[in-house]
């Protein structure tokens, strides 16, 4: 008699699992964003965007915070910031979303694909330094999902090389690396707040720095050449001859909204810290699988998702996709939420349907653990992991999933 409910068993998780509303609302915020419509303080540098700023950069350790409109074009003006263009070239993780290899492409630079730690599944430091050629100007580590990129191993070799680090932290909000927050150790971290992230405001993004002449460069490169010290309307100097600015600014709105939820980060992070512990302890006994591992310095990490890999023998022949099937109809499926508890990961960018800036020199064969891991991963997305005893229910889902995973063969 088969076991598995994909065909015809008894679920195991029955109708227990519950997951957390995305994005989070309250009814406080709601009237403050009230009295910022009435004000017709809305853009332009407003007072709550320069609060915003300030409170997000001390949080992470940073001096300067540039919002703007959303997590890619800070990429593309922090790439803008460090003199990136036309014939250099820009290292990126090959597992990362599309954005993190389009920014680069924007500013006219090419992109070269590094492999990615079969741990954390963030850039592999060694593969970086391999790619590394006369004309690399910049790197861009990612932490993603919930595995941070080994910063100490990626600045010291950055600074050999005299290359520029720029931290893709969209999926990283409050995370620390050695007591620090991440996207203050390169010379730029960039944030999203798109709608699924921990921290959210629909869209929106913002870079950390702590140097005060790149500060003024990304605002510039946002604010269609405006210093910041400048009133609307009286721009009182020029921007940089060559820098390129545009207008990607971010709004009071936003701001007010990512300031409250900010207030309540370090809580969201240590759910789900405790979360992710206490998954891996009910599951490091499973054959053949294995949770994606945090960042080695990681204190306290960060999470847009958990990566779950299902590997080694008895998996090679189940695509992701069917053991995803197989865990969703054991019951993990949120049933009286439209949010997804598990999803794909991204893939190798240079595959993905819409990074349509192929060519010949994206079709590369020197990121086998990207291959491999886009294979064998899927995520467990952040929200769902706010209530602890969720770890025990998708722990016990996988588990016979696992034990029983001659049924999908």
């Known amino acids: 008699m088969s076991k598995l409910a994909i065909n015809g068993g008894k679920p195991s998780a029955g109708k227990t ?29 407003s007072r709550k965007e320069q609060e915003f700023e300030k409170a997000y950069a001390d949080y992470h350790g940073a001096k300067y915070g540039i919002f703007m409109a959303n997590g890619t074009v800070t990429l593309e003006c922090a790439l803008e910031a460090l003199g990136v263009g036309k014939g250099d070239e820009v290292i990126v993780p090959g597992l990362t979303w599309i954005a993190t290899a389009a920014a680069a492409n924007y500013v006219g630079a090419k992109v070269v694909f590094a492999d990615i730690d079969p741990e954390t599944a963030a850039l592999d430091p060694r593969s970086f330094e391999a790619r590394i050629t006369p004309k690399t100007k910049a790197v861009i580590p990612v932490h993603l999902y919930g595995g941070m990129a080994d910063l100490d191993k990626i600045m010291k070799i950055a600074k050999k090389h005299n290359i520029a680090v720029i931290e893709d932290c969209a999926h990283m909000q409050g995370g620390k690396w050695n007591g620090r927050g991440v996207g203050s150790w390169g010379d730029i971290g960039s944030f999203s707040f798109q709608q699924s992230k921990t921290l959210s405001s629909g869209e929106g993004g913002i870079c ?41 600014r971010g709004l009071a709105i936003s701001a007010q909204i990512l300031l409250d939820q900010l207030a309540g980060l370090p809580d969201v992070i240590q ?16 054959e053949g699988f294995r949770v994606q591992a945090p960042g080695r310095l990681a204190s306290p990490q960060g999470f847009y998702a958990l990566g779950l890999i299902f590997e080694g023998p008895g998996w090679e022949k189940i695509s992701k996709e069917k053991i995803k099937i197989a865990l969703d109809a054991e019951g993990i499926i949120a049933t009286e939420s439209p949010l997804p508890v598990l999803g794909m990961n991204y893939g190798p960018v240079y595959k993905h349907l819409l990074f349509n800036m192929r060519s010949e020199e994206y079709s590369i064969n ?17 929200w769902n992991m706010y209530y602890i005893e969720n770890a025990d229910i998708i722990a016990a889902a996988i588990r016979k999933v696992s034990e029983n995973r001659n049924e999908m063969e």
């Open 271 to 286: 759910r789900y810290n405790a979360f992710a512990d206490r998954f891996r302890e009910q599951t490091r006994d499973i």
């Open 208 to 248: 950390l720095t702590n140097d005060a002449q790149l500060a003024e460069r990304l605002y510039r490169a946002k604010h269609i050449g405006y210093s910041r010290y400048d009133k609307q309307g009286q721009a009182g100097t020029p921007p940089p001859q060559g820098l390129v600015c545009h207008n990607y």
């Open 366 to 382: 020197g990121c086998p653990v990207t291959e491999h891991i886009s294979d064998r991963m899927i995520v467990l997305l952040h």
């Open 17 to 45: 699992f519950k997951t957390c509303p995305w994005p989070p609302v309250s009814e406080a915020t709601a009237e403050k964003i009230k009295e910022i419509y009435l004000s017709r303080e809305w853009s332009f540098n």
